[in-house]
């Protein structure tokens, strides 16, 4: 299966952006569909949002869809979370995974170790 290391969190401002990187090795990269997670202390994990092997094709949750935007450079073996706008309850430790679709019911093979992303207000 993929191997999967994440960059890019860190603390931000309410109403700033922040960019997260997944880069995979292992196998290639272009075969997968990827999604993003987040957990927050004490909430369970959610899907935040997918996109298809191509990049053709993405999905988000309804609470980031007009901020957030994920795309993916299968040249450089990445995928991206771009985040906008950032709220106090976008703080979560972030993933993500690698499977065979890009929806919360994918079966996701391997995931990367999670990344804290933390809004300050």
């Known amino acids: 299966q993929v191997q999967l290391v994440e960059s890019g969190g860190g603390l931000v401002q309410a109403g700033g952006s922040l960019r997260r990187s997944c880069a995979a090795s292992?196998?290639?990269?272009?075969?997968?569909?990827m999604g993003w997670f987040r957990q927050a202390p004490g909430k369970e994990r959610e899907f935040v949002g997918g996109?298809?092997?191509?990049?053709?094709?993405?999905n988000y949750v309804d609470s980031v869809k007009v901020r957030f935007t994920i795309s993916r450079d299968n040249a450089k073996n990445t995928v991206y979370l771009q985040m906008n706008r950032l709220k106090p309850e976008d703080t979560a430790v972030y993933y993500c995974?690698?499977?065979?679709?890009?929806?919360?019911?994918?079966?996701?093979?391997?995931w990367g170790q999670g990344i804290q992303v933390t809004v300050s207000s």
């Open positions: 996109i298809n092997w191509s990049g053709t094709s993405t």
């Open positions: 292992g196998r290639t990269f272009s075969n997968y569909a």
């Open positions: 995974a690698a499977g065979r679709g890009a929806s919360a019911y994918s079966r996701y093979d391997s």
